[in-house]
């Protein structure tokens, strides 16, 4: 397993920016597609932004030019940069990790997950 620590998270206004990082005390493999997920309260998590190995990127549409995914492989860690935040990108943001080749932004494709960071837009 890959232990996996967010960080970044706060609150912020609506129009604001922040930028979510993830990193892991061990190795994670480059080889690895890594992903972050958010889920608000009532909702189910949902995919916001993926990044494989090859630094190929895919977003759900809702973030689409607001947010961007990258990952720095020497440094072991996966950040998200939020821009332009409403408040329904208010949630817990999550990374995660996953034995894919390619990117995928379906939750049962990752099988390490960090605890979460909290996102409050008002």
């Known amino acids: 397993d890959v232990q996996l620590v967010e960080s970044g998270g706060g609150a912020v206004e609506a129009g604001g920016s922040l930028t979510l990082s993830c990193t892991s005390p061990g190795h994670i493999s480059s080889s690895y597609c890594m992903a972050w997920f958010r889920q608000a309260p009532g909702k189910a998590r949902e995919g916001v932004g993926a990044?494989?190995?090859?630094?190929?990127?895919s977003y759900v549409d809702s973030v689409k030019g607001r947010f961007t995914v990258s990952r720095d492989i020497a440094k072991n860690t996966l950040y998200l940069e939020v821009n332009s935040l409403k408040p329904e990108d208010t949630g817990v943001y999550y990374c995660a990790a996953g034995e894919r080749t390619y990117t995928t932004l379906d939750s049962h494709d990752y099988g390490n997950w960090g605890q979460g960071t909290q996102v409050t837009v008002s």
């Open positions: 990044i494989d190995e090859q630094g190929m990127t």
